[in-house]
């Protein structure tokens, strides 16, 4: 008998770890097998840990899911330390999810209300201090509005934006802080004022081909910041000037009439294509662009998003089309890489009450084949296919989770 209960445990151990690579050798003793496979799971890679999506919202609320479509939320400072504020971006990278945004009340309020949290599994986090400016010392730190992970200057590292020192909207530096593991973060003393945009606005931060752009939040087309040490020449138009450089600040769209454009956001296509998303200041017409290989922008726009959808979210599948969620409760969808658009109306019920009106942000997950959007309300889409109409997408909220989700991230982009 004692014989077929080992047996037995054999059996179960070894069908619990079938994608384990655990050496299982008939003469050792259950002791030796348990060490076996305590040692396995000890040496699991960081990308193991932690749930394929993770988005973040308003009063410091996280929201988990292995599969974008059983989702759980928790929150507040018993998970995330000293959290009573808001939560307005999340990356995923070194092992780590990062997630930004105040420690308590709103974006506004300004002096010492940096928050910056990290974890490796989604569950555990930590707060990490935010280094102050040694310029603007008076200030300390100032709320973070976004973050992202990727190589700028050959070098892997987070970078996140938040507000101006200023308090108003001339020009002022923006606050910037940049770690290359996640727990050490520097503060980027040399950028360049930018004269657009609120005090309060920020800018969105991005990574393409080995350069951090972070278009600003509020402001014109050529209130951008460009960040490539590597470089100190540049074919575009250089704003501002090369004087008042972030080591090498050398960028802006052509100043033609059609970038005359405002709140725009970049996006990074699977096939490494730049994309600029805004709203003509002339009409209010929802714009794109797609930089050629060159590095240069076309002197024309795509157009099909219609007025007052300025697209927030971006999401790019494993069938090539690129997907763009916005204002209004609309999305909208280019099969040939951004030279034409088809807008759908809505996803969901969205529309239907005042506090569910917009898609805010979204992810792709390439290990899935899934897209993600979330938004107002706690409210998130989901579609396993390549969609094209609103009934291709599942839509689900949490119970008890009801506020803006801001932001979210997939491990497998």
Same mark, same amino acid.
């Given at each position: 008998?004692?014989?077929?209960?080992?047996?037995?445990?054999?059996?179960?151990?070894?069908y619990?770890n079938?994608?384990k690579?655990?050496?299982?050798?008939?003469s050792q003793?259950l002791v030796?097998?348990?060490?076996?496979l305590?040692l396995s799971?000890?040496?699991?890679?960081?990308?193991e840990?932690?749930?394929e999506?993770?988005?973040?919202g308003?009063?410091?609320?996280?929201?988990?899911?292995?599969?974008g479509?059983?989702?759980?939320?928790?929150?507040g400072?018993?998970v995330?330390?000293d959290?009573?504020?808001?939560?307005?971006?999340?990356?995923?990278?070194?092992?780590?999810?990062?997630a930004?945004?105040?420690?308590s009340?709103?974006?506004d309020?300004?002096?010492?209300?940096c #928050?910056?949290w990290?974890?490796?599994?989604a569950?555990t986090w930590?707060?990490i201090?935010?280094p102050?400016?040694?310029?603007?010392s008076?200030?300390?730190?100032?709320?973070?509005?976004?973050i992202?992970?990727?190589?700028?200057?050959g070098?892997?590292?987070?970078?996140?934006?938040?507000?101006?020192?200023?308090?108003?909207s001339?020009?002022?530096?923006l606050?910037?802080?940049?770690?290359?593991?996640?727990?050490?973060?520097?503060?980027?003393?040399?950028?360049?004022?930018t004269?657009?945009?609120?005090a309060?606005g920020?800018?969105?931060?991005?990574?393409?081909n080995?350069?951090l752009y972070?278009?600003?939040?509020?402001?014109?087309?050529?209130?951008?910041?460009?960040y490539n040490?590597?470089?100190s020449?540049?074919?575009?138009?250089a704003?501002?000037?090369?004087?008042?450089?972030?080591e090498?600040?050398t960028y802006a769209?052509?100043?033609?009439?059609?970038?005359?454009?405002?709140?725009?956001q970049?996006f990074?296509?699977r096939a490494?294509?730049?994309?600029?998303f805004?709203?003509?200041?002339?009409?209010?017409?929802?714009v794109?662009s797609r930089?050629?290989?060159?590095?240069v922008?076309?002197?024309?726009?795509a157009?099909?998003f219609?007025?007052?959808?300025?697209?927030?979210?971006?999401?790019?599948?494993?069938?090539?089309?690129?997907y763009?969620? #916005?204002n209004?409760?609309k999305?909208a969808?280019?099969?040939?890489?951004?030279?034409s658009?088809?807008?759908?109306n809505?996803?969901d019920?969205?529309?239907t009450s005042?506090?569910y009106?917009d898609w805010?942000?979204?992810t792709?997950?390439?290990?899935?084949?899934?897209i993600?959007?979330?938004g107002?309300?706690g409210?998130?889409g989901?579609t396993?296919?390549?969609?094209?109409?609103?009934?291709d997408?599942?839509?689900?909220?949490?119970p008890?989770?009801?506020t803006e989700?801001t932001?979210?991230?997939?491990?497998?982009?």
């Amino acid at each position: 008998m004692k014989r077929i209960v080992l047996l037995i445990s054999i059996f179960q151990i070894l069908y619990c770890n079938q994608a384990k690579e655990v050496n299982i050798d008939a003469s050792q003793s259950l002791v030796g097998l348990s060490l076996d496979l305590s040692l396995s799971e000890a040496l699991q890679p960081d990308s193991e840990l932690g749930p394929e999506f993770l988005a973040v919202g308003l009063g410091c609320i996280i929201w988990t899911s292995n599969d974008g479509v059983t989702w759980a939320a928790t929150g507040g400072s018993s998970v995330l330390p000293d959290c009573t504020g808001n939560l307005y971006s999340v990356t995923y990278g070194n092992g780590l999810y990062v997630a930004v945004g105040t420690l308590s009340a709103g974006f506004d309020s300004r002096t010492n209300n940096c #928050g910056l949290w990290t974890s490796p599994d989604a569950e555990t986090w930590t707060r990490i201090p935010c280094p102050n400016s040694s310029i603007y010392s008076s200030q300390g730190n100032l709320p973070l509005r976004s973050i992202s992970y990727g190589r700028v200057g050959g070098v892997k590292k987070f970078v996140a934006a938040g507000s101006k020192f200023g308090s108003d909207s001339s020009a002022d530096q923006l606050y910037m802080i940049q770690s290359t593991n996640g727990k050490t973060w520097t503060v980027m003393q040399d950028i360049p004022y930018t004269d657009h945009g609120t005090a309060n606005g920020s800018c969105f931060v991005i990574f393409h081909n080995d350069t951090l752009y972070c278009p600003q939040e509020g402001g014109s087309y050529n209130a951008t910041l460009e960040y490539n040490p590597s470089t100190s020449t540049s074919s575009m138009s250089a704003f501002p000037s090369s004087a008042d450089s972030l080591e090498n600040l050398t960028y802006a769209p052509p100043n033609t009439s059609v970038y005359d454009m405002y709140s725009f956001q970049f996006f990074v296509s699977r096939a490494n294509s730049l994309f600029v998303f805004g709203t003509r200041e002339t009409d209010n017409i929802a714009v794109s662009s797609r930089m050629s290989t060159s590095g240069v922008w076309p002197a024309s726009v795509a157009v099909g998003f219609g007025a007052n959808n300025r697209p927030n979210g971006f999401a790019n599948d494993e069938s090539g089309n690129i997907y763009t969620f #916005g204002n209004s409760c609309k999305w909208a969808y280019s099969s040939n890489q951004g030279s034409s658009w088809t807008t759908i109306n809505t996803l969901d019920a969205c529309g239907t009450s005042s506090s569910y009106e917009d898609w805010i942000f979204a992810t792709y997950s390439s290990k899935l084949n899934r897209i993600v959007a979330v938004g107002d309300a706690g409210s998130i889409g989901t579609t396993g296919v390549s969609p094209t109409l609103s009934s291709d997408w599942t839509y689900l909220k949490v119970p008890g989770a009801n506020t803006e989700i801001t932001s979210i991230v997939s491990k497998n982009k």
